[in-house]
C-alpha cells in the first residue's frame, strides 16, 4: 500500500506568489495613479518657483 498513494501536490509557494504579484502590481497601479495629481502642481513650481512648499523666504 506504500507505494500505491499518490502524494498530494503543495501549492504554498504559488500562493506565496500570486499574493506577492498581486501586492507589487497594487503598489504600481497606486504610484501611477498618484503620479497624475501633481502634474499640475509640478508645472505651476517650474513656471514660478515661489509657489513650492520648500521656497526658502529671506
Known sequence: MSGTQEKEKDYFWF???GVVLAA???LG???S???G???????AIAVD???SA???KK
Do not use: D, R, W
Open 49 to 51: 518657483p515661489t509657489q
Open 37 to 43: 495629481k501633481y502634474e499640475m502642481a509640478s508645472k
Open 54 to 56: 520648500y521656497f526658502n
Open 33 to 35: 495613479s498618484e503620479h
Open 29 to 31: 497601479l497606486v504610484k
Open 15 to 17: 500562493y506565496v506568489g
Open 24 to 26: 507589487i502590481v497594487v
